[in-house]
């Protein structure tokens, strides 16, 4: 509850809404010192609107930084000072520049120089320089030192992009974060500021994409109407390098076109989606194309008519070729009707079809072969389909890892799949996703952007926002430098409580998974909204629905069997990595229950029965998360007032729904392994009755 005269809407409000771009005063006086004696002015040639962003952007930043509201930029250039430019439009700057160092810029790159009395920000183009803006404010921001700056940076993904779910009436599918931050209805005359900032952030990290609908699609949004509504959106962020997407409903020919049929071989469809990619194009030149979810989950696609992904694909990659767009087309399919293994109806469906997708399509793939669990192992599709580009789809939105007041910094679990090695040779699945220099490659983020105050819900899941961007300009970071640099820039400078909040932030993804879903256990969340445990639920019409379809529990043990004697999902791996995972022995102990059906009495690594593991993982998880609340309250002092309560206050539901989801998963699993929970740990506070008997009907984000 708010108190009375604390206000959310006041200059003071820490609301949370300024995200990691602050500028607030440095406040290490030593290093003000340093960056006034160095910053006296700044220049930054050339007059792109990109180049207007990046201006703007660095006399907000320096004035707030530096507190220096007269900071005379581009009056005075004699003394120290930043020099902004494009490579090649200045002979006198680019031969301070090293030539070795000029050619190794790309697209989008840029170098960091301190030359003398300059501190140069050179970009490749005005893409580039605006990303090396946004570079040396992150360094003053995180109060780097500046003198030896010696930096050449390139993204390593050619597209870098955000995917909201969001839905015309403003749902969010899976959104925590209030409603979506579209306002459709006063779109294309109304725009909200907070689109701006919305394109800043994502700018500052990297991003340079972003599908502003639902991948279950309504094929609304290409009526003519929206497409202007859409239009405004593209204008305003153009000059921060963000393209737009659009999802796109492979039935909106019927729909929208009025067509019998939305058959991809017919002629009549085929025109249709010409034509109106033509109108788009007319409308946004640079668009930048399509992401289908099709014959998945009820959507419509090119099986409904007796043709194949790729003949579906090709449609649209067809109207978008002549101007330059692509589709991104999911590979997120299983079916009702096919018994196979979940695990591996993706790979079936879309390996067979390598080579028959034209060449501006790219195949999304979610991380793992499930859906986005806490712990998943890589989607076995990475590196295998080697004529057909494949992009990456990480879920920021925390669907399955406390949705939106579960302090989880997902990094290390991204980190994890993308370093990942595919054969044993050193193929990473980040190395995957870029075959070859001049392939398409790309990564997506599902958003966890709505429209409350702080954007995504909870202070800390602006971190998972954050570090997508960071990942995905560079997939070399470490979680470490990226919970790093966001507390810094978020919180504060203050050594203890960046290094004290950054183990927490750290431990928080493998504390999740211990109290929801340890040694590989998967897909155990309550039907429908995910929140919550439901790992007794066995009775929803499709199979692969139901939790007890995921664990397998009976008398002798618990989990899913993939390995040769059971549903051989290994298969699809390379030997090496089907090797680790088929054995026993060596499978590791985290993706355990994923591959293999383990007996309660039977011994791990640790000599203790399987049984007691699982409990005493469970316990472990709810008891580190009472930690991170003891710790978190540690620092009351270094935050302010209104961040550190709210924060507090979120890791108290955090405390609480941790222990129910270990009470409650314990008790249904000991209704199979009839064995007592270990005397020295705290007993469930309820019976399993009551746990089955909660109910969220209005869940959020479902
Ligand atoms: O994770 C599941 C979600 C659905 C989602 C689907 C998908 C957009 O529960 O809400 O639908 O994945 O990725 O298509």
Not at 25 to 43: G, H, P, W
Not at 368 to 396: N, S, Y
Not at 669 to 683: G, H
Request: net charge negative; proline share 5%.
């Amino acid at each position: 509850m708010l108190a009375v005269g604390s206000s959310y809407t006041g200059a003071s409000a820490e609301n949370g809404y300024r995200l990691w771009l602050r500028y607030d005063k440095v406040k290490d006086e030593a290093r003000l010192k340093s960056y006034r004696s160095q910053i006296n002015y700044f220049i930054v040639e050339g007059n792109t609107p990109t180049l207007e962003v990046a201006r703007k952007e660095l006399a907000l930043g320096l004035v707030g930084l530096l507190d220096e509201p007269q900071l005379p930029w581009q009056k005075l250039q004699s003394g120290q000072g930043i020099v902004v430019a494009v490579l090649g439009q200045n002979a006198g700057i680019d031969r301070e520049i090293k030539t070795e160092d000029a050619q190794k810029l790309r697209t989008e790159g840029y170098l960091l120089y301190k030359t003398g009395q300059k501190l140069l920000v050179i970009g490749k183009d005005d893409k580039g320089v605006l990303y090396g803006v946004f570079h040396l404010l992150r360094l003053i921001q995180t109060s780097q030192p500046l003198d030896n700056l010696h930096v050449v940076e390139n993204p390593k993904l050619q597209r870098r992009i955000l995917n909201h779910w969001d839905n015309l009436d403003r749902t969010v599918e899976r959104g925590y974060a209030g409603f979506s931050i579209w306002n459709w209805h006063t779109l294309p005359d109304y725009l909200d500021p907070r689109y701006t900032d919305y394109a800043r952030a994502n700018a500052s990290i990297g991003i340079n994409g972003t599908v502003l609908t639902n991948v279950n699609a309504n094929a609304l949004v290409l009526r003519s109407d929206y497409l202007e509504k859409v239009k405004a959106l593209a204008d305003l962020f153009r000059p921060y390098n963000i393209k737009v997407y659009l999802t796109a409903r492979f039935s909106a020919p019927i729909e929208l076109g009025k067509l019998p049929t939305a058959d991809p071989l017919d002629p009549a469809v085929q025109r249709w989606w010409k034509e109106k990619v033509d109108e788009i194009y007319r409308l946004m030149p640079d668009f930048g194309g399509f992401v289908v979810k099709a014959n998945s989950e009820g959507q419509p696609g090119p099986q409904n008519y007796g043709r194949n992904h790729a003949d579906g694909a090709n449609l649209l990659a067809d109207a978008l070729a002549p101007h330059g767009g692509i589709v991104m087309w999911r590979a997120f399919v299983y079916s009702a009707e096919d018994a196979t293994d979940r695990h591996k109806q993706a790979y079936n469906e879309f390996v067979p079809l390598d080579g028959s997708f034209r060449e501006n399509v790219m195949v999304q793939v979610k991380n793992g072969p499930i859906d986005f669990q806490p712990r998943e192992p890589a989607h076995p599709m990475f590196g295998v389909m080697r004529k057909t580009p494949l992009l990456m789809e990480f879920q920021i939105t925390q669907e399955y890892l406390g949705q939106g007041t579960h302090l989880v910094y997902l990094a290390p679990m991204w980190k994890e799949v993308l370093d990942f090695e595919i054969d044993g040779k050193g193929t990473t699945v980040a190395s995957s996703l870029i075959p070859h220099p001049s392939s398409l490659s790309a990564i997506a983020g599902v958003a966890n952007i709505g429209n409350d105050f702080n954007w995504t819900g909870y202070h800390f899941a602006q971190a998972n926002w954050y570090a997508f961007g960071r990942l995905a300009w560079d997939s070399d970071l470490s979680s470490e430098k990226i919970a790093e640099e966001w507390l810094r820039m978020t919180f504060s400078n203050d050594e203890k409580f960046v290094k004290t909040v950054k183990t927490i932030m750290l431990n928080s993804h493998e504390t999740c998974v211990n109290y929801m879903t340890p040694l590989g256990l998967h897909h155990i969340m309550a039907t429908g909204h995910h929140y919550g445990p439901g790992p007794w639920v066995g009775d929803l019409s499709r199979p692969e629905w139901n939790p007890t379809y995921y664990h397998r529990a009976d008398e002798k043990g618990v989990g899913f069997d993939r390995t040769a004697t059971g549903t051989n999902a290994v298969e699809q791996y390379t030997p090496a990595v089907r090797e680790v995972f088929s054995s026993r022995k060596h499978c590791p102990e985290k993706y355990l229950l994923w591959f293999h059906h383990v007996g309660w009495t039977e011994k791990l690594a640790s000599g203790k029965t399987l049984w007691e593991a699982l409990c005493r993982r469970y316990h472990q998880g709810a008891a580190d998360v009472d930690n991170m609340r003891r710790t978190w309250q540690t620092m009351e002092k270094e935050v302010d007032g209104q961040r550190f309560h709210e924060v507090d206050m979120m890791l108290q539901i955090q405390e609480k729904e941790a222990k129910w989801w270990r009470d409650a998963c314990l008790t249904y699993f000991q209704t199979f392994s009839k064995m007592e929970i270990p005397k020295d740990l705290e007993q469930p506070a309820h019976d399993l009755e009551y746990y089955k008997s909660l109910d969220y009907p209005y869940s959020p984000g479902h």
